[in-house]
């Protein structure tokens, strides 16, 4: 006796093994494109040999998050600023400074805790008296300013939150006849910071 199969059978057969073909070539998942995050920086950094604060940003900074690996990258971009102090306690002295981000930020998102690290340069743009000021472009550390940053544990990435940190200066160049007197009250003690990012409303 034959059994006779109809065609509508066997080509459904057909496309059911066809599916089956493309499920074992085809991957078993894709992952998920970072999340990008924008932010508003400001803050402060105190240098404590000069028991002088110097506020920061504001300043976009951008962030691209895995949410499934808490792996982040991060670029920030701050205004050069300005701050005064009492040079030797009793000279009234302004500075400008300019700092930059070399290369990227990276560190994780854990447990609501942000954890980056990353090197900036520091420049001195102008040094002054009374008012007066004196530009200084090529005042610059003599290598990049390792900084990490770190937040509590209410950090949240839709809202942000405040990353703080310390950090060491490396001697500064090409500062002209202040080069020796800003290494000495600067290069070496160790500085405070402390970022503030709120994320776009």
């Given amino acids: 006796m034959r059994i006779r199969v109809s065609r509508s059978f066997s080509a459904g057969a057909a496309a059911v093994a066809a599916c089956g073909a493309l499920l074992i070539a085809a991957p078993l998942g894709n992952a998920a494109a970072p999340t990008e995050l924008s932010y508003t920086a400001t803050g402060s950094t105190h240098l404590a040999g000069l028991e002088a604060d110097v506020p920061l940003g504001p300043g976009p900074t951008e962030v691209e998050l895995d949410l499934d690996t808490g792996n982040l990258t991060a670029d920030i971009s701050l205004p050069e600023s300005t ?39 520091v420049r001195i743009t102008e040094v002054g008296h009374f008012g007066f000021g004196i530009p200084m472009p ?26 703080t940190g310390t950090y060491h ?33």
């Fill in 83 to 121: 701050t005064e102090f009492n040079l030797f306690g009793f000279l009234p002295t302004h500075a400008k400074v300019k700092i930059d981000q070399v290369g990227e930020l990276s560190g994780t998102y854990q447990d609501g805790i942000v954890n980056v690290s990353g090197e900036f340069s």
């Fill in 138 to 163: 090529d005042c610059e550390t003599t290598a990049p300013v390792a900084i990490t940053l770190t937040s509590d544990d209410s950090f949240l990435p839709a809202e942000g939150g405040t990353l």
């Fill in 169 to 201: 200066l490396p001697e500064f160049a090409d500062c002209g006849v202040d080069t020796a007197i800003i290494n000495a009250l600067v290069v070496g003690p160790e500085h405070s910071i402390s970022i503030d990012l709120a994320g776009a409303a």
